[in-house]
Every structure is written in C-alpha cells, then in structure tokens.
C-alpha cells in the first residue's frame, strides 16, 4: 500500500471532488489524478517492495451492458493504470489495478457518470426522446474518454511537472509505470482464469444526440482553469 500521508492526501482531493460547486470538483479530480500518477511511479521507483498488489473492486451493478457506461469506466481506468470490465454473468462493472488506482477511479466514475446523467436532463422534453438521450450519453461519455487518454499520452510523451514535494517525472519512466502496471494486471487475470471478450462499439439511434454529446463532453473539462461563479452559471444554463 502507498504511504498513508499521501493517500490521505489524494483521499481529501477526491473528497472536493464530489463538491456542488463543478469547477472546485474537476480541478481536485484532476489534481488527485496527477498526484497519483506522481507519487506511484515515485514508489515504484524505490524497488518491488513498494509495489502495490493488484486486486479488483466493483464499481456498480448493471441489468443490461450500458454502452456510455462501459466507455467512460474504460476510458478513466486506461487514464489511470486500471482496467475495465464487466461480468456478464452477474451485470457486475468492475475494476482490476492497484488499490490506489481503484480508489481514484472509482471517484473519478462517480463523479463524471453524475456529470453526463445531469446534462442529459437538461435535455428532457421538447421532442427529445430516449434514444436521443441514451445517444448523447454516448457521445459525452466517448469524448471524455478520449480527453482522458489524450492526457495520459501527454504524461507519457511529455512527463509529469514537479507538485509540492513530488519531482517531475520522465515521459520514458511515466509509460514504464503504466507497461509495468499492465502486465501485472495481465498476470492477475490470467492466474483468475478470466476469460476476456472485447466488445464492439454499439450503434446509436441518434446522430443529433451523439453529437451534442460529444460536444457537452468538451464543456466537463478536465484541463480548464477554475471559472468564476457567474461564468459557470452561464455555463450550466447555456447547457
């Protein structure tokens, strides 16, 4: 397990992460991501004592594969050294990484999913039915996952600057961490005898939807500085 003061740490910025106020949210989960990427490859550094084991955590049980779901889930685990799956037998979405990793995910996942589900209800009513809604779902989740692995082909291009106490890392030793993280979770699956099936991207209904989507995707940014009050409010109501 990592050092307890630098869990603690992540832990208090996942906390704001689940704060009212979406600027103070987005900036703490982005900090509480980067942190994490820092301070991981920062112990994996120190030798294979300070390897964290791999292990699996549930994330939210599903009746049926929902797609926006499953894209989101599998874009924040890519963006954070995990990988996303789901259990067709019981409905179960789940995790498989460090403990570390699985606790920043799982905020992140809550945090975001809440973000899609509220800006789809601006969207209710006038003429905007179920498949337009499930569309922009997909399209909101697709392009933030892809803005979450732009940012983590970022840290592996460009490295991670120096925060606090915290170094900057090498682009050459950040994509180390996440090869190395890769194969332990391959390791992990294949001593579980967990057999994996990719599943393709599904249709959506709605094109106008899919797009508005995508296009709200680039509004819950991950990158943008804080904004003040009365800019977000214009924000939300434009939405």
């Not at 991501?33 to 112990?43: C, E, G, H, I, V």
């Not at 954070?80 to 979405?93: L, Q, S, T, V």
């Amino acid at each position: 397990m990592a050092d307890k003061t630098i869990v603690e740490r992540i832990k208090k910025l996942l906390a704001l992460a689940t704060s009212s106020n979406e600027n103070e949210s987005t900036a703490a989960a982005e900090k509480a991501s980067l942190l994490l990427a820092q301070y991981n490859l920062s112990l994996a550094d120190l030798g294979p004592n300070h390897q964290e084991e791999i292990d699996e955590d549930s994330v939210e049980t599903t009746s049926k594969f929902v797609t926006w779901k499953m894209i989101l889930l599998s874009g924040i685990a890519d963006a954070n050294g995990c990988n996303a799956m789901r259990n067709n037998y019981n409905g179960i979405m789940f995790l498989v990484g460090t403990s570390t990793n699985l606790m920043v995910c799982k905020h992140l996942y809550e945090y975001l999913s809440s973000a899609i589900e509220k800006r789809a209800k601006y969207r209710k009513g006038n003429g905007r039915g179920l498949a337009y809604l499930n569309a922009f779902r997909v399209g909101c989740a697709t392009r933030l996952r892809q803005r979450l692995l732009e940012q983590k082909q970022q840290m592996e291009e460009s490295g991670i600057p120096g925060s606090g106490d915290a170094a900057a890392t090498p682009g050459i030793v950040v994509r180390s961490m996440f090869e190395k993280n890769q194969r332990a979770i391959a390791d992990y699956l294949e001593g579980r005898g967990v057999k994996i099936r990719t599943r393709t991207n599904s249709q959506v209904s709605s094109a106008a939807g899919f797009n508005s989507g995508y296009e709200v995707g680039d509004k819950i940014s991950l990158h943008k500085q804080v904004q003040p009050e009365e800019e977000q409010k214009q924000l939300n109501e434009s939405l």
